[in-house]
């Protein structure tokens, strides 16, 4: 099975020996993987770097490195050109976002997002033992969102038309769910909210960093797709480099919330040092803990597929949606 591989410590070295990539850090060998055991490379740290023959082997090994900015977006990813499809789908894309097709297809992934974190409350929820209200709660909470959500689905209008709409749907049910976080989170991880940027507590940490490893995987799946990265549904240019990546992820981030709550479930200690940071060892535990994640079944998924398969398979699916709509919009 191939994985990322991640440079995140100031200081980190990525160098080639022979059909190897190793990553070295003040001289010391942290991690050695062949190519073949690779399918992409994540730049995911301030003061990381990697040698010219690292790019050239990677150029020609079909793998695409990834550079990812101070709060984890990607911001340049490094391919070879000659390896890439034409993404022949640009005009429809541009297309897509004035036609109902559109809706109802971003009403699908968001519903998707909300009813996977659902299952995130209920799996833990249950797995702490906790009340049965808990559970009862966030689904009462979410029910009119989703009852408001089927509305937009069926209203037959264009993206463009209810994009805001969608956009606040998304908002409350989120505000919901990461209430229902809190109350699946020990004291000692001091969460009180989703935080994007500076966060201080160690679920918003980690839940950052895996978010950042999702959209290198939901990245590298568009780059060998027919789509263009750069023109988005939800989102825009102007809020992301790549906008398209943002909206393809959004109904797996639920499966890494559910990744980050069982990694923390399981510590002993704390993961911080003294200066609030998260410690080397505990993220590179928790890098081996996602990756192992990544292949594994995930536990609501209807066809017992992993997250790789998952993601492929939204992909695959948006390429259908819009080559049909387009289709029918021709034929008219």
Not at 92 to 98: G, I
Not at 253 to 264: A, K, N, Q, S
Request: with cysteine; hydrophobic share 40%.
């Amino acid at each position: 099975m191939k994985r990322a591989i991640v440079l995140d410590q100031f200081g980190s070295f990525l160098a080639r020996d022979h059909d190897n990539l190793v990553v070295r850090l003040r001289g010391e060998v942290i991690e050695t993987m062949s190519v073949s055991q690779i399918d992409r490379v994540v730049l995911a740290g301030h003061g990381v770097s990697i040698s010219n023959a690292v790019i050239l082997l990677c150029a020609k090994s079909n793998i695409p490195i990834f550079c990812l900015d101070s709060i984890k977006r990607p911001i340049a990813v490094l391919m070879s050109p000659g390896l890439l499809k034409r993404n022949h789908l640009t005009s429809a894309q541009r297309r897509f976002s004035s036609l109902p097709e559109a809706t109802r297809f971003v009403c699908g992934f968001i519903e998707d997002k909300i009813r996977g974190q659902h299952s995130v409350i209920e799996y833990h929820a249950r797995s702490l033992r906790l009340s049965p209200i808990v559970r009862k709660h966030f689904e009462y909470k979410i029910s009119p969102h989703l009852s408001t959500l089927k509305s937009v689905f069926e209203s037959d209008r264009s993206l463009d038309d209810c994009r805001e709409e969608i956009f606040l749907v998304e908002a409350r049910a989120a505000n919901e769910y990461w209430k229902g976080i809190e109350s699946l989170l020990d004291f000692r991880f001091r969460f009180a909210g989703r935080v994007h940027r500076h966060a201080k507590d160690p679920f918003n940490q980690l839940a950052n960093y895996g978010y950042a490893i999702l959209s290198s995987a939901v990245h590298r799946e568009i780059l060998f797709s027919n789509l263009n990265p750069s023109i988005g549904l939800l989102h825009h240019r102007r809020v992301a480099s790549y906008p398209l990546v943002y909206d393809l992820m959004e109904p797996f981030r639920p499966i890494v919330d559910h990744i980050v709550l069982t990694f923390l479930h399981r510590q002993h200690s704390d993961p911080q040092d003294a200066a609030g940071s998260l410690r080397p060892t505990v993220l590179r535990r928790f890098r081996k803990f996602y990756f192992d994640h990544e292949h594994r079944p995930q536990p609501w998924s209807k066809d017992d597929r992993t997250l790789q398969q998952m993601i492929h398979g939204r992909i695959a699916d948006f390429e259908q949606t819009l080559e049909k709509a387009i289709d029918k919009v021709g034929e008219n």
